[in-house]
Each structure stands twice: as structure tokens, then as C-alpha cells.
């Protein structure tokens, strides 16, 4: 059975200031998670379900399925902050989404095969779906993946990041996700923000965490577990999240699941910052230049 692929394209781009996820880029208009449909769609994957807010449905069917439902089919589902279980209350002044464990979550009944998560804003290229596809379709036991970067290669020039620093066993399993922030690149020099406040530096070689996930339906019941947790401590938090490397991290650390890294040769770029677009929209349009990708994606 072909996998699935699960876009989260439900964040409000905070940092960005605007809805990035539905921002033309591509030389003919197209969003960064066009390109994630397009090499999905020639990697193997057999169907494509979109993680949106109610409040960009119209937008996000007008400008990006209906293009990409031509040639794979598309299935939208919504997260939103009341999205949660009966009895808990939102504290009234939340805005953001709960994070992308959550998000995972809400796909829960659109998806009944082995499938990957991905964020909407960040480029992964060809063989990062490809590998995963490969790796999904021929999986015979519950066993979770990621592809993994090297650190180097996903900053800002810009501004700070976070990113889930990656720790592997010597046959390429996970052993431990540990997030990482106010990463910057001074004098050549990468740099993160310790619990102390202060800077500590990192060697550039790590590999880190982009959210390109690799899952087996049965990861639904141990987000909707650690969900169900996080939520009975934090609704009436305004910015607390969970996010998807801290749910693998739980399962990995309880000795309930592993988590396999895969390489790729593929490179990451992605945005995060309003300034980003610009470097965005020239490699987009290099790599349509030497034919990697067509000048415009979907005819």
C-alpha cells in the first residue's frame, strides 16, 4: 500500500507575519508546499492530506488543491484550539495551535496506512521523499523514522532558530531528541542558548530535527495519550505546545518504540523569517533553471 503524506499547514507564521504557507515563490507562482506535493507525488506516496485552520479553507482549496488534486488525491482536515477533549477549558486569549504533535493528531481519521508528516514552509527535496517512501512502503513492523540534516544547513541567516538536536546508537536509531534554541551563525560559528542563558557552541555537524517524519498508524494512540497529558496542564497556557519530537522522544525514552534516521542527499531550505523569501525564491527558480523541476509545477 502506498503511503500517505501528512502537510502541516496549520501555523500563523508569527515570526513570518504573515500566512507563508499559501506565499508564491516558485517560478510560476507556486508555494513551497507545492513542491512537497510534486516530489511526494513522483516519490511514491498515493495520497495527500492537507492539516489547515478553518479560517484559510477557502484561500488554501483556491490556490493550492485545486491544483495539486489533479494528479493525487488531496483530503483536508482542520486543528483548531478547541479541538480537545470534553471538559477542558481554553484560556480565551489563546491564539496559537497547540504544535504539531497536535496537528498530527487531528489527521487521525484520514489516515489508516503507514504515512509521513512534514511542515508546509520548509523545502525537503526529491530524495528525502523518495528515501522515505521507500522506507515506509517496505516497513513490516511499527518502527518510526525521520529523515535528518546536518545542522549547518538549516539556519537563518536572519535571525535565531530552534531545531531538535539529534542523538543516534550505532545502527542509526534515535536515542534522544533534545531542542535546542536561539541557535544563531556568528563569525562562522554556530551557537545555542543554553538553560543558563548562556551560549555554548555546536561542532555544525549534528544532525537536527526539520519534521520530516516517517509514522505507523498506531502513533495516533500514544499522541492522543500524551495530548490528552499535556493539555490537563497547559490549556489555560497562551504559547505551550507539543510538538511531534517530544511525543517520539517520550516513546523512545519508555523503551515503547524506535526511531530509525534516514540520510538523504537531498538539501533543506526553508523560512522562517519574512527575509528568508528572497533566498527562497532564487533557489526555486535555480532549480527549475537546470531542470531539476519543470518552470511551472502543475499543467
Known amino acids: 500500500m502506498k503511503p500517505?503524506?501528512?502537510?502541516?499547514?496549520?501555523?500563523?507564521?508569527s515570526r513570518y507575519g504573515s500566512v507563508k504557507q499559501l506565499d508564491k515563490m516558485g517560478p510560476?507562482?507556486?508555494?513551497?508546499?507545492?513542491?512537497?506535493?510534486?516530489?511526494?507525488?513522483?516519490?511514491?506516496?498515493?495520497?495527500?492530506?492537507?492539516?489547515?485552520?478553518?479560517?484559510?479553507?477557502?484561500?488554501?482549496?483556491a490556490h493550492v488543491i485545486s491544483k495539486i488534486e489533479k494528479h493525487i488525491p488531496c483530503e483536508v482536515v482542520f486543528q483548531e484550539l478547541?479541538?480537545?477533549?470534553?471538559?477542558?477549558?481554553?484560556?480565551?486569549?489563546?491564539?496559537k495551535p497547540w504544535g504539531t504533535g497536535h496537528a498530527v493528531l487531528v489527521a487521525r481519521n484520514a489516515v489508516k496506512e503507514n504515512f509521513a508528516a512534514i511542515n508546509a514552509d520548509d523545502f525537503y527535496g526529491?530524495?528525502?521523499?523518495?528515501?522515505?517512501?521507500?522506507?515506509?512502503?517496505?516497513?513490516?513492523?511499527?518502527?518510526?523514522?525521520?529523515?535528518?540534516?546536518?545542522?549547518?544547513?538549516?539556519?537563518?541567516?536572519?535571525?535565531?532558530?530552534?531545531?531538535?538536536?539529534?542523538?543516534?546508537?550505532?545502527?542509526?536509531?534515535l536515542e534522544s531528541i533534545v531542542e535546542r534554541t536561539k541557535i544563531i551563525r556568528e563569525s562562522g560559528i554556530i551557537k545555542f542558548q543554553d538553560e543558563n542563558g548562556e551560549m555554548q557552541p555546536?561542532?555544525?555537524?549534528?544532525?537536527?530535527?526539520?519534521?520530516?517524519?516517517?509514522?505507523?498508524p498506531d502513533i495516533f494512540d500514544f499522541i492522543e495519550q500524551q495530548f490528552h497529558e499535556f493539555i490537563g496542564k497547559e490549556a489555560g497556557n497562551l504559547k505551550s505546545e507539543i510538538y511531534i519530537p517530544f511525543v517520539v522522544d517520550n516513546l523512545i525514552n519508555s523503551g515503547e518504540r524506535q526511531?530509525?534516521?534516514?540520510?538523504?542527499?537531498?538539501?533543506?531550505?526553508?523560512?522562517?523569517?519574512?527575509?528568508?523569501?528572497?533566498?527562497?525564491?532564487?533557489?526555486?527558480?535555480?532549480?527549475?533553471?537546470?531542470?531539476?523541476?519543470?518552470?511551472?509545477?502543475w499543467m
Open 4 to 13: 500517505t503524506l501528512v502537510i502541516l499547514a496549520a501555523g500563523i507564521g
Open 28 to 61: 510560476s507562482g507556486e508555494t513551497i508546499l507545492d513542491y512537497s506535493a510534486y516530489d511526494a507525488m513522483r516519490a511514491g506516496f498515493g495520497k495527500i492530506v492537507f492539516v489547515i485552520r478553518k479560517n484559510i479553507e477557502e484561500d488554501f482549496k
Open 82 to 95: 478547541h479541538n480537545v477533549p470534553e471538559g477542558i477549558e481554553v484560556h480565551p486569549d489563546r491564539v
Open 126 to 173: 526529491f530524495d528525502a521523499f523518495k528515501t522515505m517512501a521507500d522506507h515506509l512502503k517496505n516497513l513490516d513492523k511499527a518502527e518510526y523514522s525521520m529523515v535528518g540534516y546536518p545542522i549547518q544547513k538549516t539556519l537563518s541567516d536572519h535571525g535565531s532558530v530552534s531545531r531538535g538536536v539529534c542523538s543516534t546508537n550505532d545502527e542509526g536509531y
Open 202 to 216: 555546536l561542532t555544525g555537524k549534528e544532525t537536527v530535527s526539520m519534521n520530516f517524519w516517517g509514522f505507523t
Open 259 to 297: 526511531a530509525k534516521v534516514l540520510d538523504t542527499t537531498a538539501e533543506w531550505f526553508g523560512i522562517t523569517y519574512k527575509e528568508d523569501k528572497e533566498a527562497a525564491v532564487k533557489r526555486l527558480q535555480s532549480l527549475a533553471d537546470t531542470g531539476e523541476y519543470p518552470q511551472k509545477l
